[in-house]
């Protein structure tokens, strides 16, 4: 690619010029939403986040004319590749001006970075884990974006078909939810039956109980066990659990974090749901994403006062065992309660799997719109 540079990140400054491209390259688009940059930063400090104890990875800025054009994170994730048994370089942060020289200089990156370490396989976008945004979007480029998914233009999907043999991996689907004013009649009905056959019971929390009684990791206990079979699911080491109970549940309204306990078992957490109201307009009045100087102003209008007339949806986990008995139901029942006290009008749920049906049927009780999708591509290395 003779007239793009590629140049690896070294130090805190181009890490910062790394995470500020997108800010850029975005800054006049109406449905991108900014990441916050502090967490941006943090995430991609091999310092500081935990998943570096199983992760490997480069970052990759492109320039031309001497000025930044694209940018690209090449990862291993050695605990996934020797779960899924695949020997696979993931691709992230993959984001570039419509130039195919560029897109196609910063894959190729990847790729040699990859084969340098004996991988047989390109895959992405993804990230570091599960916990971080995944999927290129290919439907929905009309729709306001959240802070917990990855917006890109349309023709990164023109780009990526273009540059060498990619083929689709895995589609992620996301709904637009109209929330009802009360529980749908048989979800409801469902709920109660559930509370009466199985002694399953909804469980609020105080802040005390999920931070200092270690509540909040055994909620992230059960997310090993619930998505240990999805999609390039890697299991959350302890320290990762402790950075998640830091940057969910001690931010979070605890009134938006429901939890369903088994009364017949110790009180067992079974299953939970965390929502948060939606950070999207509010980061968008922000300086690209950063706190200060009025940032945290516009943020907190948010957290504390819920200037928002949507919800996002951010986890929901059931173990596998009390999945079939309806403990889903619970969830939202309490959850659609507390959206109406609070004026809650839409819920944004986050991406989930085509394939994963179970998921998926929660959304036949709700009037709703399957509005974005996002996917994942692979392409073999092997010569």
């Known amino acids: ?31 991108a939403v900014p990441f916050l940059f502090s967490d ?18 480069e970052y990759f800025m492109a320039f031309k004319d001497g000025k930044m054009v694209g940018r690209v994170a090449a990862i291993i994730n050695h605990v996934a590749n020797e779960r899924w048994k695949r020997k696979q370089v993931r691709f992230g942060w993959f984001d570039f001006i419509n130039d ?28 570091f884990t599960d916990m971080d945004k995944e999927g290129m979007l290919v439907e929905g480029f009309d729709h306001l974006a959240t802070m917990y998914i990855n917006y890109n233009y349309s023709y990164y999907v023109d780009h990526i078909q273009r540059i060498g043999r990619f083929v689709k991996d895995n589609d992620y689907l996301e709904f637009h939810i109209k929330i009802p004013k009360q529980t749908p009649e048989k ?67 605890l009134n938006l974090v429901t939890g369903v306990v088994d009364a017949n078992n110790n009180n067992r957490i079974v299953g939970f749901g965390i929502s948060f109201p939606s950070f999207s307009k509010a980061l968008k009045k922000t300086r690209d994403g950063k706190l200060w100087p009025f940032g945290w102003w516009h943020l907190l209008k948010i957290l ?8 996002d949806l951010l986890l929901i986990a059931v173990l596998p065992e009390y999945r079939s008995k309806g403990a889903n139901a619970l969830i939202f029942d309490d959850l659609v309660q507390r959206f109406n006290e609070y004026g809650f009008v839409w819920a944004e749920a986050m991406p989930q799997m085509e394939t994963n049906k179970a998921v998926l049927g929660h959304w036949q009780y709700f009037e709703k719109e399957q509005h974005r999708r996002h996917r994942c591509f692979t392409m073999s290395l092997k010569d």
């Open 40 to 57: 941006e930063l943090a995430t991609l400090d091999k310092k500081k986040n935990p998943a570096f104890e199983h992760c490997e990875a």
């Open 187 to 253: 979800m409801g009905r469902l709920a109660r039956m559930v509370e009466q056959r199985y002694n399953l019971q909804v469980r609020k929390f105080t802040r005390h109980e999920l931070v200092e009684e270690g509540m909040g990791r055994e909620i992230f206990h059960i997310i090993n066990l619930t998505y240990d079979g999805l999609y390039g699911f890697s299991k959350l080491s302890e320290k990762q659990i402790d950075k998640l109970v830091d940057d969910y549940i001690k931010m979070a309204d």
């Open 100 to 127: 195919l020289e560029v897109s196609s200089a910063l894959i190729n990156a990847v790729e040699s970075w990859g084969r340098q370490r004996g991988m047989t396989e390109i895959s992405g976008p993804l990230g």
């Open 304 to 311: 504390k006062y819920h200037q928002t007339d949507t919800v």
């Open 1 to 31: 690619m003779g007239n793009v540079e590629i140049r690896i990140v070294e130090g805190r400054k181009d890490l910062k010029q790394f995470v500020q491209f997108y800010n850029e390259l975005y800054r006049d688009c109406p449905y």
